[in-house]
């Protein structure tokens, strides 16, 4: 699993956006990645969050890559502009705590598995 920023530039080359992404990348176990998959939506649901949700299919065989955070931006007037930039990163992880914090929770079942290696 990983979490990761991203600045973006809109077409016009000065606003743009902070995004925050999270994945699950590949396991050499489809059957780890099925059940951490599906053990994150299931947290997601108990706790009623809505950002958190996978694509059809996220944790079918042969699938590799599943993105799961939603409405996951923060608009950036100026993206040259280090104060705004810091600005919306922190307006962003504050508002997606209880996403980060649901997930965590649930990645200490996952700790001594045995087959968590990437491909």
Not at 22 to 47: C, M, N, T, Y
Not at 67 to 73: G, L, P, R, S, Y
Not at 78 to 98: E, M, T
Request: aromatic share 8%; charged share 25%; with cysteine.
């Amino acid at each position: 699993m990983i979490m990761w920023l991203q600045l973006t530039s809109d077409t016009d080359g000065g606003s743009g956006q902070v995004r925050l992404y999270a994945e699950v990348g590949p396991l050499s176990s489809h059957d780890l990645r099925h059940d951490l998959i599906e053990g994150i939506k299931s947290i997601a649901q108990e706790k009623n969050l809505k950002r958190i949700g996978f694509q059809r299919g996220a944790s079918d065989e042969g699938k590799k890559y599943s993105k799961f955070f939603k409405k996951n931006f923060f608009p950036v007037d100026d993206v040259q502009d280090h104060d705004q930039i810091a600005n919306a990163i922190n307006k962003l992880l504050k508002s997606f705590q209880p996403e980060i914090d649901a997930v965590a929770s649930i990645l200490s079942n996952y700790i001594n598995c045995s087959e968590n290696v990437a491909q």
